[in-house]
C-alpha cells in the first residue's frame, strides 16, 4: 500500500466524523472495555469467533492452579463443576428468551442437533403410537450449514424419516400431515438472512408438527424468544457473539412440556437418574440433565462461564438496536467509499429480515479479504465469493465499520 493510501485511509471525512460522534453518544460503547482487543484491529469475524473477555484469562488460569492443581477431584463438588451444565445454561436462558431449568451446556451444536433431531422424531412416534402411515418427513433447511444436513440426515436414517429440503419460506407450504419435524436456522450463515421464527414456529406447531431450531448466528446478537413463541427445541454455540472461545462447548434446549419425554439417542452416565450408581440400566434424570452425556470439558466450561459476565447489566434489546444502527451505517459507508458494481449486498435490507452479519458478493472474495485482514480489518469469506462481516455490538464500533467501508473502497480503488 503507498504512503498516499495511508494516509487517505486515515484521514478524516464526513462519515468518519459521523462516526466519531455515533460512538460517543452509543450507552453500549463502554463494553468494548469488557474485552481483550489487539489496538488498531477492526474485528468484524464475531460471527465466526467472538473475541476474547477480559476476566476470562485469569479465571482459567484459576481453574487450572487451584481447582485442579490443588483440590483435584475434590472440585467436582467443592467447585461447583458437577453442576456446571446447568448453571451455566440458566445464565443463556435470558439472552434467548428461556426460563431456566431449559437448557443444559456441553458437547458440540452437532451432537446437540442429533440429539434433538432424533429426539424430537422419538416424541412424534410416542405421540402417533409408532404408527407407519402416520409423520415420516423431517423437512431441513435447504440452506442450512452442512453440518446440519449431514446430521439430519443420518438422524433421518435412525428415525426412519425422510428428508426434505425446504427454503424457509416455503415452509408453510411444505407442512403437511406427513410433516414430523422441522430444522430450520434462525439466521442464515452466509447471507445474514434472519428468518421469521415466531411465524414459521406457529406455522408447524399447527400442522402438528416439532421444531428445532439452530440459534449459532442469532443467540447474543438479537432477541430469540424461545418461550414467548412456543419453540420445541433449540441448539446453539457459544464461540460466535456469546464469546465462549475457540471449541467452546454448545447447548440444547429442550421446552419444558417434551422434557419428561425426551428420549436421547446419546444416553450416558451424566444423564443417568442416580448416576454414581452405576447400575447396568438407564433411567434418565428429569429436567435439563436428561440432555447430558459424558463428563463435561470442565475448561473450555469454565471459560465459557466467565466469558457470560460481559453480559451483566445488558439487555438484548439493546444489542438489537445498536446491531441494525451498526449495519444501517457500515452498508451506508459502502455506498459512499466502494465505486459502484464493485460489491452487491445479499443482506438483505429490510431489519425485519437481518441478522447482525452483512454480506456482500464480489469477484475474487477470497483475496479481497485477505487483502483486508492485512490492512487490519478482520472478517472472512464463503465461497465461491462473498465477503463476511460479523458486527458484535459488545465491542464492535461505529467507527470500525466506517474503517472497514473505507479500506474496502480503498482496495477497489
Not at 59 to 80: M, P, Q, T, Y
Not at 360 to 386: C, K, N, Q, W, Y
Amino acid at each position: 500500500m503507498s504512503e498516499t493510501s495511508e494516509t487517505s485511509e486515515i484521514s478524516e471525512t464526513p462519515l468518519s466524523i459521523r462516526a466519531d460522534a455515533l460512538d460517543a453518544e452509543d450507552g453500549l460503547g463502554k463494553l468494548r472495555d469488557r474485552f481483550s482487543l489487539p489496538p488498531g484491529l477492526v474485528y468484524l469475524d464475531g460471527n465466526s469467533l467472538g473475541a476474547l473477555p477480559a476476566a476470562v484469562p485469569g479465571r482459567v488460569a484459576d481453574v487450572v492452579a487451584r481447582e485442579w492443581g490443588e483440590l483435584l477431584i475434590r472440585s467436582w463438588d467443592a467447585s461447583g463443576w458437577w453442576t456446571a451444565p446447568e448453571r451455566i445454561g440458566d445464565r443463556i436462558a435470558p439472552l434467548v428468551g428461556a426460563a431456566p431449568g431449559r437448557i443444559v451446556v456441553g458437547d458440540s451444536t452437532s451432537v446437540n442437533l442429533f440429539k434433538a433431531l432424533v429426539g424430537a422424531a422419538r416424541l412424534v412416534a410416542a405421540a402417533t403410537d409408532g404408527r407407519s402411515d402416520g409423520r415420516d418427513e423431517l423437512l431441513v433447511d435447504a440452506t442450512t450449514f452442512p453440518t446440519d444436513g449431514y446430521i439430519a440426515a443420518s438422524a433421518a436414517r435412525m428415525t426412519g424419516l425422510k428428508v426434505v429440503p425446504v427454503e424457509p419460506a416455503a415452509v408453510p407450504a411444505a407442512l403437511g400431515p406427513r410433516t414430523a419435524a422441522v430444522l430450520l436456522n434462525h439466521v442464515d450463515y452466509r447471507t445474514g438472512r434472519l428468518h421469521d421464527l415466531p411465524d414459521l414456529t406457529a406455522a408447524i406447531r399447527a400442522a402438528g408438527a416439532l421444531s428445532v431450531w439452530d440459534l449459532c448466528h442469532s443467540a447474543g446478537a438479537l432477541p430469540v424468544g424461545l418461550e414467548e413463541h412456543g419453540v420445541d427445541l433449540a441448539v446453539g454455540c457459544t464461540y460466535k457473539y456469546l464469546n465462549g472461545g475457540p471449541g467452546s462447548p454448545a447447548y440444547l434446549y429442550v421446552a419444558e412440556r417434551h422434557q419428561a419425554g425426551f428420549d436421547s439417542p446419546l444416553p450416558g452416565w451424566n444423564s443417568h437418574a442416580d448416576p454414581f450408581a452405576m447400575t447396568p440400566g438407564y433411567v434418565p434424570a428429569d429436567g435439563p440433565r436428561r440432555g447430558r452425556v459424558g463428563t463435561p470439558d470442565i475448561l473450555s466450561m469454565l471459560a465459557l462461564e466467565a466469558a457470560l459476565d460481559v453480559w451483566e447489566g445488558v439487555s438484548v434489546e439493546d444489542v438489537r438496536r445498536k446491531s441494525l444502527a451498526l449495519t444501517d451505517f457500515f452498508l451506508e459507508c459502502v455506498e459512499a467509499y466502494v465505486p459502484a458494481g464493485r460489491v452487491e449486498t445479499v443482506t438483505p435490507a429490510a431489519h425485519a429480515e437481518r441478522g447482525s452479519q452483512v454480506s456482500l458478493r464480489t469477484e475474487d472474495a477470497s483475496g479481497v479479504m485477505r487483502e483486508l485482514i492485512a490492512r487490519g480489518v478482520v472478517g472472512d469469506f464463503r465461497a465461491p465469493d462473498v465477503l463476511r462481516f460479523g458486527f458484535t455490538p459488545l465491542y464492535v464500533g461505529f467507527a470500525d465499520a466506517e474503517r472497514a467501508a473505507r479500506t474496502l473502497g480503498h482496495i477497489y480503488g
